[in-house]
């Protein structure tokens, strides 16, 4: 519920003043920072609160940056302040290796009347997947489905799809992850 059409342009800011927010979808100015006392302001509601207590950081950098100035403890910018609040950092590292084989759980057996679009799903997964050079294994106990066309999968499995033999084939096969079509 912006008003892009009243928004600050960037390129006509003050001395000491910078951008802090821009907008993805049209790149309009959401929010302006000055570069060493601790003001900015932004467009956006931070307390309108969309998910769990969205950006309600905003309040808080807002206060402590006020403190430390009134404090007289040399000031962090407003801007590394917010940068340091907003930067994701995961508990657990993300995993950047790319797979190498990956096992595709099909779609099992279509009935006459049914619809193919797992069919086709698993089919277009099948086709990425190889185009990044990325080994595909299979498991799909319809042998009348396109995923099991002859040079569609690296390897096609026709068992169940059931845990028993799910794991039976990633014991065997050791894959980087697995894909539900």
């Known amino acids: ?67 430390d100035y009134m404090n007289n403890r040399s000031p962090v910018s407003v801007k590394n302040r917010l940068t340091e609040k907003l930067v994701y950092r995961p508990l657990v590292p993300i995993v950047t290796e790319r797979p190498k084989k990956i096992l595709i759980l099909g779609s099992g057996g279509l009935s006459i009347g049914q619809a193919g679009e797992f069919d086709y799903s698993g089919s277009q997964a099948i086709k990425a997947l190889k185009e990044e050079s990325i080994q595909t294994l299979l498991i799909n106990p319809n042998i009348a489905t396109v995923q099991t066309s002859k040079g569609m999968a690296d390897k096609v499995y026709f068992l169940p799809i059931i845990p028993e033999y799910v794991e039976q084939v990633i014991r065997s096969e050791r894959p980087d992850g697995v894909l539900l079509t």
Request: include cysteine; charged fraction near 20%; hydrophobic fraction near 35%.
């Open 1 to 67: 519920s912006q008003n892009h059409g009243f928004c600050v342009d960037a390129a006509q800011l003050p001395t000491d003043w910078e951008v802090l927010f821009t907008n993805a979808n049209d790149n309009s100015n959401e929010g302006v920072v000055h570069s060493v006392l601790p003001y900015f302001s932004v467009q956006f509601h931070p307390e309108h609160t969309a998910g769990p207590e969205d950006l309600e950081c905003l309040f808080d950098v807002f206060l402590e940056s006020v403190k």
